[in-house]
């Protein structure tokens, strides 16, 4: 069974920091794609940023320059580092993982999501 763990989330004050982590744990053969979405109450769930097995970051316009995804492959854990917080940037996050089980079906899961809340 695959389990995403999520920290980081919090509240801070506008133009502050903050970094997200998620680490996946379970029987797993390979990660493909690792990332990172935020959803707002009434809203869709939309795609904050994402990096592939080869390290090609992705990322909203929202986000761009603001925001960094990495990843280290060794602890199966993805990052998130928000830097100029915007209260726009308010949500819920949830960390998404694509991989191969090791039955070798693909397979996504997420995490439970964690709140990040900016205040002005």
């Known amino acids: 069974q695959v389990q995403l763990v999520e920290s980081g989330g919090g509240q801070v004050q506008a133009g502050g920091s903050l970094r997200l982590s998620c680490t996946a744990s379970?029987?797993?053969?390979?990660?493909?794609?690792m990332g990172w979405y935020r959803q707002v109450s009434g809203k869709q769930r939309e795609l904050v940023a994402a990096?592939?097995?080869?390290?090609?970051?992705s990322y909203a316009d929202s986000v761009k320059g603001r925001f960094t995804i990495s990843r280290d492959n060794a602890k199966n854990t993805v990052y998130l580092q928000m830097n100029s917080l915007k209260p726009e940037d308010t949500a819920v996050y949830y960390c998404?993982?694509?991989?191969?089980?090791?039955?070798?079906?693909?397979?996504?899961?997420w995490g439970q999501g964690t709140q990040v809340t900016v205040s002005s």
């Open positions: 998404k993982l694509d991989y191969y089980s090791q039955y070798y079906s693909f397979t996504t899961v």
């Open positions: 379970g029987s797993i053969s390979s990660i493909n794609t």
């Open positions: 990096i592939t097995s080869g390290g090609s970051a």
